[in-house]
């Protein structure tokens, strides 16, 4: 993956909440993270989803952080908060209950998005399990659609 953004001279971020950062850590193990990994925003919590990356706090208030509209959101206010050329980003429900918005365990939204292009969304119903095997799931999906991004460059 960092050889194929290397290769396409894309650099990312993530903005991440259920995974806490822990795709940008995976990103960071591989060789040659430096030339490509910008960072990464976690925003865990919805004020710091506001905070950090301009989503709005009335959007969060009205209809929850899991979104495809605030997975989108948190894409772009990390490309503009940041140098980097694409951002992927996650909010979901790993659980091991549903969220405070009655979200259920193992609802994901996914988003990609590169500079001058509309961000892509993805929704995933992930199986009930156990909040680190979901984790792990998010993870390898995040790291497909990075993989899909970089490759329709």
Not at 37 to 42: E, N, P, S, W, Y
Not at 77 to 83: C, E, I, Y
Not at 103 to 116: E, K, Q
Request: proline share 5%; glycine share 8%; charged share 20%.
């Amino acid at each position: 993956m960092i050889d194929l953004l290397t290769k396409q001279q894309l650099s990312i971020v993530t903005a991440e909440s259920c995974t806490a950062g822990l795709i940008a850590a995976v990103l960071s193990e591989a060789e040659g993270a430096s030339h490509c990994l910008q960072g990464g925003f976690v925003t865990y919590a919805k004020t710091q989803k506001t905070t950090a990356l301009g989503v709005p706090a009335e959007m969060l208030a009205a209809r929850g952080s899991v979104t495809g509209e605030v997975a989108r959101l948190m894409a772009e206010g990390a490309l503009a908060r940041s140098p980097a050329t694409m951002a992927v980003a996650v909010t979901g429900v790993l659980g091991p209950e549903e969220d405070e918005d009655g979200n259920p365990v193992g609802l994901v939204y996914f988003a990609s998005a590169r500079r001058g292009q509309p961000a892509r969304i993805v929704e995933r119903r992930f199986p009930p399990a156990d909040a680190d095997h979901l984790r792990k799931a998010v993870v390898i999906a995040a790291l497909e659609l990075i993989e899909v991004a970089a490759a329709s460059a």
